[in-house]
Each structure stands twice: as structure tokens, then as C-alpha cells.
């Protein structure tokens, strides 16, 4: 986006391991629980244990955890849209009325979870083809479409671990150009048996509570979830009468095009998307109240993370929330912007949770307790393999 925009955010919604809804995750965070701890759903042999954010199934939607038909990134998907969709006061005879469009961010989605299919084709050739139905009618973005009768836009996002980030950011442009009265984005993602080994393998998982930022950190811990943002147009909200509870103001997105997973030295992709995105925004640096981070608790992501923010965006606040949630991959920068409209409007910000010892090859350090913050605006950012880099300038609905 080269001008710059502002689409409302009426409602949110968000389900993960801090929570079964947007409420009690935030709740979670600023009172500093978090509950990592070995995988439920699917046995592992690895010697070591790794431990996992998992939803507890009860979170999930009751008449939603009752399909058979549904998977479980579907599941989470549909909770938080429909938390969304009642928190911005809409239901279906409303949407009819409305050019709405669907753009979700996702990494592996279902696509990870038919190992029972694949070893029944190997062992008999002919295995039960439900798995496969499941997989076919559970691309996210079109499983909402579906759900609410939706004609419009339809894109699903996988760009990695900024497929959610990336979704808001191109929700918003469709808002901005016209196409679209609302807009449901966001991401989700679930955990499975070969993401879990697959993170194991490029040894980059911590098999204690993850510490982002911290000088002992070791790596991330995985988890999953979803976050739903509904974006607004302005002449829709006025139709409605309803007040945005926070604002999309710049989107940014770039490639380092320089390593298959690890972020660029000196964060030169970062730097171009976030330059980007306070451009889009009409926004500078003493602007920004606070940076919701990436933060995966990586040795590399947080030294490059750490050093841009303290060129671009010195003495601003800033936080990792992953240590409340693991690292939920396309669902991450959805659940993070939600979290980051949640603190503007609260005005302050939890603490880095696992964050107890600086590092000294980072300039910068994020804020170990709960910490007021002034202004109404924040940046939400994502890193991803293959280079990729997504930020969000968010804003209070009434900036």
C-alpha cells in the first residue's frame, strides 16, 4: 500500500492456549500465567519432550466440536469468527446486506494431520477416504465463507509465519479500494505430530518454557490457535452506527530473498516493512506507545528483531507474547494484533513472560511487568521463513 489507510476493527476474537476466548487470554497475560506442557492429541517417540501451548477441547465452539467434518484449525477458525462476529454486533441477515470478503492466514492448516491415510495406503492401497474429504473442505478461508454465506473475496493466505499478519494487511487493502464493506481476517493453525518433529529437527525448540528475548533462550515452543478480526469500512460503520474498537492504519510486507529460514543479519527485510508500514500510516516513531514483537524466542529472530527496533524505534516499549501462547505459525500475527488492540484500549501492556536476564549482544530489552504505556498507537509484526516480514500500525478507534 502506498497511501495510506484507515479500516475499522469492530470486533475480535481469539482462542488459543491462554484461552477460549479473547477475554480470558488477556487475562492470562497480564496476570502472567502461562501453562506449556508435553502434547495431548498426539503421541510422539522422540526421547526428549518439547513442551506445547495446546486448546483445550472444551474451548472449543460446542455445536463447532461436534463435526465430524470439521478439523480441528477449522474448529479453532470458526470459534473465533463467531467470537468476532458477536463482539462487532453482526450476524447473517446483516452480512447479506454487505460486500463482505474472507483472507486467512494459515501455514500447514490440516494438511499435516493424515498420517492415519498415508500409512493405510501404504499398508492396503485402499484407505478410508474421509481424511481426505476432511482436508478438501477445510481450506480455511473457504470453510468461512461457507459457514456464513459469504459471495466475496476469498483468499487463503500461507506465507509462512506471517500468514495471519499478512491476511489483516490485505483485508484492509480490500476495504480501502472499494471491493469490500467487512472484511473477516485473521489465521489459524493447529499443531500436529509432524510440525512438532519437523521444529525438533532444525533444533530450534526449547524443551523448558520458552524465554524470548532473554540470554538464555534456547528457542520457541509451539502452540496453536486463531484470532478473527472484523474490518470495517467507514460508510458501514456509520450505517451501523457502530464505533470501530480500533483502526488498521499500515500494512507493510517484504522478503529478505537471502535464507530458507533464517531472517536477514541485519534486518533489511524487516526494516523495508516496517519503514513501510509507518509510511502507510502517516506515522513516525515517537508515534508508537508500543511494538508487539515476533518474539520466538530464537537465538536469531530476537538479536535481529532486537537490533532493528533499536535503530528504527529507539526507547519504544516493546513485547513478545509468545511465552503466554507458543508460537501458533499463520495463527500468530492474527492473535497478536488482537492482543495489541486489547492493550491500546487497555493502555498498558503485560510482561515478557520467561524474560528474566538481558542480553548483552542486544541494545534493547523488552518490559518484564506489567508497564503503562502512552499514546494510542502500536505496531503488531511478524518474521517468517523464506524471508518473509508483515507489520501492522494499529490505532485506538478513536485516533
Same mark, same amino acid.
Given at each position: 500500500?502506498?497511501?495510506?489507510?484507515?479500516?475499522?476493527?469492530?470486533?475480535?476474537?481469539?482462542?488459543?492456549?491462554?484461552?477460549?476466548?479473547?477475554?480470558?487470554?488477556m487475562d492470562a497475560l497480564f496476570e502472567g500465567i502461562r501453562n506449556p506442557m508435553s502434547p495431548k492429541r498426539f503421541t510422539d517417540a522422540h526421547p526428549i519432550t518439547?513442551?506445547?501451548?495446546?486448546?483445550?477441547?472444551?474451548?472449543?465452539?460446542?455445536? $463447532?466440536?461436534?463435526?465430524?467434518?470439521?478439523?480441528?484449525?477449522?474448529? @479453532?477458525?470458526?470459534?473465533?469468527?463467531?467470537?468476532?462476529?458477536?463482539?462487532?454486533?453482526?450476524?447473517?441477515?446483516?452480512?447479506?446486506?454487505?460486500?463482505?470478503?474472507?483472507?486467512?492466514?494459515?501455514?500447514?492448516?490440516?494438511?499435516?494431520?493424515?498420517?492415519?491415510?498415508?500409512?493405510?495406503?501404504?499398508?492396503?492401497?485402499?484407505?478410508?477416504?474421509?481424511?481426505?474429504?476432511?482436508?478438501?473442505?477445510?481450506?480455511?478461508?473457504? @470453510?468461512?465463507?461457507?459457514?456464513?454465506?459469504?459471495?466475496?473475496?476469498?483468499?487463503?493466505?500461507?506465507?509462512?509465519?506471517?500468514?495471519?499478519?499478512?491476511?489483516?494487511? $490485505?483485508?484492509?487493502?480490500?476495504?480501502q479500494s472499494g471491493i469490500c464493506d467487512i472484511v473477516i481476517a485473521g489465521g489459524a493453525d493447529e499443531l500436529c505430530h509432524v510440525t512438532y518433529n519437523g521444529f $525438533?529437527?532444525?533444533?530450534?525448540?526449547?524443551?523448558?518454557?520458552?524465554?524470548?528475548?532473554?540470554?538464555?533462550?534456547?528457542? @520457541?515452543?509451539?502452540?496453536?490457535?486463531?484470532?478473527?478480526?472484523?474490518?470495517?469500512?467507514?460508510?458501514?460503520?456509520?450505517?451501523?452506527?457502530?464505533?470501530?474498537?480500533?483502526?488498521?492504519?499500515?500494512?507493510?510486507?517484504?522478503?529478505?530473498?537471502?535464507?530458507?529460514?533464517?531472517?536477514?543479519?541485519?534486518?533489511?527485510?524487516?526494516?523495508?516493512?516496517?519503514?513501510?508500514?509507518?509510511?502507510?500510516?502517516?506515522?513516525?516513531?515517537?508515534?508508537?506507545?508500543?511494538?508487539?514483537?515476533?518474539?520466538?524466542?530464537?537465538?536469531?529472530?530476537?538479536?535481529?528483531?532486537?537490533?532493528? @527496533?533499536?535503530?528504527?524505534?529507539?526507547?519504544?516499549?516493546?513485547?513478545?507474547?509468545?511465552?503466554?501462547?507458543?508460537?501458533?505459525?499463520?495463527?500468530?500475527?492474527?492473535?497478536?494484533?488482537?492482543?495489541?488492540?486489547?492493550?491500546?484500549?487497555?493502555?498498558?501492556?503485560?510482561?515478557?513472560?520467561?524474560?528474566?536476564?538481558?542480553?548483552?549482544?542486544?541494545?534493547a530489552s523488552p518490559v518484564a511487568t506489567t508497564t503503562a504505556i502512552t499514546g494510542c498507537t502500536a505496531i503488531s509484526q511478524s518474521l517468517a521463513f523464506g524471508g518473509?516480514?508483515?507489520?501492522?500500525?494499529?490505532?485506538?478507534?478513536?485516533?
Open positions: 500500500m502506498s497511501t495510506r489507510i484507515s479500516v475499522g476493527i469492530t470486533g475480535a476474537g481469539c482462542i488459543c492456549g491462554a484461552g477460549g476466548t479473547l477475554g480470558e487470554c518439547y513442551p506445547v501451548f495446546e486448546v483445550r477441547e472444551e474451548s472449543i465452539k460446542k455445536d $463447532i466440536r461436534e463435526s465430524s467434518y470439521t478439523s480441528f484449525s477449522g474448529k @479453532l477458525a470458526l470459534t473465533a469468527a463467531y467470537e468476532a462476529m458477536n463482539n462487532a454486533g453482526l450476524d447473517r441477515t446483516v452480512l447479506k446486506k454487505k460486500r463482505v470478503g474472507v483472507c486467512i492466514g494459515t501455514t500447514v492448516g490440516s494438511a499435516m494431520n493424515n498420517e492415519v491415510f498415508y500409512r493405510e495406503y501404504y499398508r492396503r492401497g485402499t484407505p478410508e477416504m474421509a481424511p481426505i474429504v476432511r482436508f478438501l473442505r477445510n481450506n480455511p478461508a473457504d @470453510l468461512l465463507a461457507r459457514e456464513f454465506g459469504l459471495t466475496g473475496p476469498c483468499q487463503t493466505v500461507v506465507n509462512a509465519c506471517s500468514s495471519g499478519t499478512d491476511a489483516v494487511g $490485505i483485508g484492509a487493502s480490500w476495504i $525438533i529437527s532444525l533444533m530450534i525448540t526449547d524443551t523448558d518454557p520458552c524465554k524470548p528475548f532473554d540470554r538464555d533462550r534456547k528457542g @520457541l515452543n509451539l502452540g496453536e490457535g486463531a484470532a478473527m478480526l472484523i474490518l470495517e469500512s467507514e460508510d458501514s460503520c456509520k450505517e451501523r452506527e457502530k464505533l470501530p474498537r480500533a483502526r488498521v492504519l499500515g500494512y507493510g510486507s517484504s522478503a529478505d530473498a537471502y535464507h530458507l529460514t533464517a531472517p536477514h543479519p541485519q534486518g533489511e527485510g524487516l526494516k523495508r516493512a516496517l519503514l513501510g508500514a509507518l509510511q502507510c500510516s502517516g506515522k513516525t516513531a515517537v508515534d508508537i506507545a508500543f511494538i508487539n514483537t515476533h518474539g520466538t524466542a530464537t537465538p536469531d529472530n530476537d538479536h535481529v528483531e532486537g537490533k532493528v @527496533l533499536y535503530e528504527l524505534l529507539p526507547g519504544v516499549p516493546f513485547i513478545s507474547t509468545k511465552g503466554y501462547t507458543g508460537h501458533t505459525l499463520g495463527a500468530a500475527g492474527a492473535i497478536e494484533a488482537a492482543f495489541t488492540v486489547v492493550c491500546l484500549e487497555k493502555g498498558m501492556i503485560p510482561g515478557n513472560a520467561g524474560f528474566t536476564t538481558p542480553d548483552p549482544e542486544l541494545p518473509c516480514n508483515g507489520v501492522l500500525v494499529l490505532s485506538r478507534g478513536e485516533d
